[in-house]
């Protein structure tokens, strides 16, 4: 199983970026799906989670700033990341719950004027 992630790039402040994360692999089903970041000298912390309903978290600070959605046909998780700000600034992983947890690489996202 592999996650790839996209979307990432620099913006200003204020600024709104999408970001993609696509499954592949040998999936029967894919549970949870989320993001999570980690700034520079920081631990990693979630950003917000997804389950296969649609039941949404968003950690307090992506409340009312980021959206997380999915395509369960297209194994494909998305990160709607708007009014960002420059402590926003991290790289920006997809993880998944495929019986077990899988993360991608990772994709920066730069927040800056």
């Known amino acids: 199983v592999q996650l790839v992630e996209s979307g990432g790039g620099l913006v200003q402040p204020g600024g709104s970026l999408r970001l993609s994360c696509a499954a592949s692999g040998r999936i029967f089903r894919i549970n949870t799906m989320g993001w999570y970041r980690q700034a520079p000298g920081k631990q990693r912390e979630l950003v917000a989670t997804?389950?296969?309903?649609?039941?949404?978290n968003y950690a307090d600070h992506a409340k009312g700033r980021f959206t997380i959605s999915r395509d369960n046909a297209k194994n494909t998780v998305y990160l709607q990341m708007n009014s960002l700000k420059p402590e926003d600034t991290a790289v920006y992983y997809c993880n998944a719950d495929i019986f077990r947890s899988y993360w991608g690489q990772g994709t920066q996202v730069t927040v800056s004027s």
């Open positions: 997804i389950t296969t309903g649609g039941v949404t």
